[in-house]
Every structure is written in C-alpha cells, then in structure tokens.
DNA sequence: CCAGTAGTTTGATCCGGATCAAACTTTGGC
DNA sequence: GCCAAAGTTTGATCCGGATCAAACTACTGG
C-alpha cells in the first residue's frame, strides 16, 4: 500500500504490462498512481479534506462511502482488536479505503497532518465502468499494493530484529528515491511504537536493535527522524543475511 | 492469494461493489473468479497445463510470458533467496503468475498433481482491454488477493506459535467451507514444514504446537492431512487472544 | 521558560521458539 | 513386502526478543 518498490523497477504492472513504464521513461517524470490529468479529472468529483495529526480517517466498521487519496502527509492503516497491528503506511498517492462488504476493514489515522482527495464510492464506480484508462491504472495499483503486501508479509516471515529493521529502511528508502526525495538521508516519519507496529517487533526492540545498528556504524543519526546508512556494505549484508540461510531441514539426512 | 474470506463474506468487492454479491445469493452457486461463461470464453484462448507433484511450475526470473488458473490441485507460491519463505498457498480458481518488468517475482511450486489454465499474457491483455467484465473481476481478484495477503501478514504479525496456527487453520476451513467443501473436518494438504514457511515458525515448532493443541483436546488428527476442531470454544480463544493482548506502553506513565 | 506529557533509551529477567539431534512413521518404487 | 527416502515427532539446550520497569529526552501548550 505504501513503499515504493526496488529502485530498479519501473512502474506497477499486471501481466507484464504497464503504460507507465514507457511513459516514465519517456516523460523522466516521476512514478505516479494518477497521471496529473487523471488526478484533475477526478478533482472534479473528489473533495479534499484534512486531518489533524493523530485524527482518525476512518474507523474499521464505518459505512465505506468513499475512498482517499493522499495529498500530503502520512497516515497508517491498522487493524486488530487492540489497534495495534500496522497494515500499511500511506504516502502521498497512495489510494485506500477499500471496503468489504460496505463498511472498512481497517482504521486509519493521519501520522502527520493530512491532505487527501476523498472520492465518494458511487461517483467514482460510474467513472470506473466508463473509463478505461482509469480502471486499468486502478488494476495497475492494485497490483502494486498487493506486491507492497506481500512485501511486508516477507519482512514479517524474517526472524531476526536487525534484519527486520534493515529491510523495512531499504523500503522507506527506495519510497523516497522513487518520489526523487533527497537520497542520502532516510526520512523516517512515524514513532518507534509504529515502527514497532509493522515489523513486528516490540517498542523496546525497535530502540535497543536501531542503537545496536548504530554502535556498529551500519547506520547514524542526525536526529529522531533522520538518518543515513553510513555502511552500505554492512547494511546490504544484513539485508541478504535474512534469505538463504534459515535451513529447514527435515528428516534424518546427516 | 488463496485462501477464502471468513464466511459472512459474500465475494470480493471493491469499493464497496460486486456484481457476484448478487448472483451469489440469486443462483446459490459457489463463488468463483470466473463465471463458467467466462472460463470457457477464456478457455478459448487458454491451453491446459498439468504438473506433478514437486514439479515447478515458473521460477523466479522465468520470463512472465503467462499467467495461470489452478482447476484441480494445490500448488505454492515461494520467494526468498533461499527458496523458503511461502507466499501464498494456490487452490483451484486461484490467479497467479502475475509479473514485474516482464520477469516472475516469486517462483511456483505443485504440491499435489496440478492441472491448470495457462493464460498468455499478449492474448489475455488483448482480451482485458475490450472486455470490460473480465477487467471487472480481475479488479475484485487482485482485491481479494490484497486481503489475503494483508491477512497473511496479519497472521506473521502474532508471536505466539498456537495463535499463528489456529489462525492458519481458520484460513485453511474458511477457505473449505466457502467451496462447499466437506464441513466438520479439515484438510490439509500441504506438509509441516510448508506450513511452517507460510506461518513463519520452523517446522519443529509447527509439529510441537499441533501436538500440544491436540493434547489439548482443541484439535483432533484424523490421520496426517485430516484434522476437526474439538473444542471450538477454545480453538476461538486462541484465535481471540491473538488480538487486543499486545499492550504496548510507551513512555513511564503509571 | 517551565511543567507536563509523549516519546525514547536502557537495564534486568524470563520464556518461547530456534536449533541441533536422534528416533520414529509413512510413502512410494521395485 | 521390503527398503530407502521423505516426512514427522520428540528431546535437550540455547538465545533473542518480550516483558516489566525506570530513567532520560524532546515537544507542546500555557
């Protein structure tokens, strides 16, 4: 739902198939879910709301009238009886609000302040049966959500915090290179119970294995949220250290 | 990927739409993907295609040329370096082969014999830009596949190995269950260690947990593959202890 | 600028599941 | 039906991260 994929992709795709990934190349334009027309055309039927930090977007169970479409800010969708569980985080662009049944399986809340499109369900379904173009781009992001999921549920499958933590890095990282954000530094917007939230780990594990990753210089510092891999070798290291090596062996063969 | 919704679900939807909510309850007739029109229409252009058991069905890299529809047999989608690390278990009228850049991301498997659609990816793109229905459900497919997913990701979230496993076997008989399939007991068709890869525990650990849920009268094994839940009671308290436990406090507040 | 609170670090202890290892059981081929 | 290989159970040990708890730091609003 929300982090970008490796820097050496192009573009979201289904069957091998993506308009974009000409169009990027040809444009040099940045990645999009809508292309800038697509996005005015459905300005049109979308209205734009705001949230304050901490706001709920929606709660999980609420009539699913509309979908959002993040202009600014960062929220997370989460579910759970507790809350806690973190889905997804959402950037800028990235569409949610997907519904079962007529009502939202998970909650949302705005991170940071928020400004998003809302598009309501009925007006945007008429678009979608008479527009192509935006169906298919809606098919296109879905897949790249679906991908991001699966992503999360890979991390997720990885044991070990250090390798959990790099690897969810390497995805804010590669977010913010393919938005053209300053490369170099890695902007890590949520709090560490967040971060906690998504990889899976406690708030205090989160803490202790960025400290550890620090006192080996893979990664500084600059302040809470900033930070810069000071150690490729080192961080790529532990990236690959997660696959490859969880031998499950069965069966008596010595 | 693959597993069915809970059982209040009606089909896939997205915003809040879905033309099989209707047909499911006017007809009866079991959920699909495609309509039996549908699926001979693609039949058309779709050769079948049948694995053994063990064999490989793409590998990760494999030039995407295709995709597929599972009509019999249970297969696996993997990743990971060292070719552990299950994505998503595939049963019949599953989609899966989709692509990024041309190349298969993930690798797939047969566990049991399997017979297949093998859908080209240059007809099938043909096909989807005119043919707005079949656009239409790969639209509700790729959501359904989104939730699984995020369900899946959910499950690897939990930390106590019975709650991971229950919940794994509540997907397993939803999944049964939403195809009509032999209520009472359920199946299992995948062997301990490919659960323990979807489940992220070692297989070890999925053996000791199977047995202590069954010296804890919950379950039951008919033999290695069959299994019925003896005391629902206590299988839904694991599956609600899951959830609303993790109290993550931060900061000192008394 | 200060107080109060939200967020973070760090310490100590404990436990669940990984890991190593060996026996046991089922399956499939001949 | 027998053997080998594949798959499963079970035992012993160990370690990483959860959990409990307290101190520390950075915001926020008055």
Redesign the pocket.
């Known amino acids: 739902m929300a982090f970008a994929e490796p820097s050496d992709r192009k573009g979201p795709s289904i069957l091998g198939v993506d308009p974009w990934v000409s169009d990027t190349r040809k444009t040099g334009k940045k990645r999009e879910l809508l292309s800038e027309a697509e996005r005015s055309r459905l300005a049109v039927i979308a209205s734009i709301v705001r949230f304050k930090k901490g706001e709920d977007i929606y709660r999980a169970g609420d009539r699913a009238d509309a979908i959002f479409n993040i202009i600014s800010g960062v929220a997370k969708s989460y579910s759970g009886k507790g809350g806690d569980r973190i889905v997804a985080f959402l950037f800028p662009n990235d569409l949610f609000g997907l519904s079962e049944e007529g009502r939202y399986t998970n909650a949302a809340r705005a991170l940071t302040p928020v400004t998003a499109y809302r598009l309501p369900v009925s007006v945007l379904r008429s678009r979608l049966s008479r527009d192509a173009l935006l169906e298919y781009h809606v098919i296109c992001k879905l897949c790249e959500e679906l991908r991001q999921s699966q992503r999360h549920a890979f991390l997720l499958g990885e044991?070990?915090?250090?390798v959990r933590l790099a690897t969810f890095l390497q995805m804010l990282e590669q977010l913010q290179v393919a938005k053209g954000d300053t490369a170099g530094e890695i902007y890590v917007p949520m709090?560490?119970?967040d971060i906690g939230e998504y990889v899976?780990?406690?708030?205090?594990?989160?803490?202790?294995?960025?400290?550890s990753l620090v006192r080996h210089n893979v990664i500084k510092?600059r302040?809470?949220r900033w930070l810069k891999i000071t150690d490729r070798a080192a961080f790529d290291r532990i990236l690959a250290d997660g696959a490859g090596?969880?031998?499950v062996r069965?069966?008596?063969?010595p």
């Open positions: 044991r070990r915090a250090d709090d560490r119970s899976g780990l406690s708030l205090a594990a989160v803490s202790r294995t960025f400290g510092f302040d809470r090596r969880r031998t069965r069966g008596r063969n």
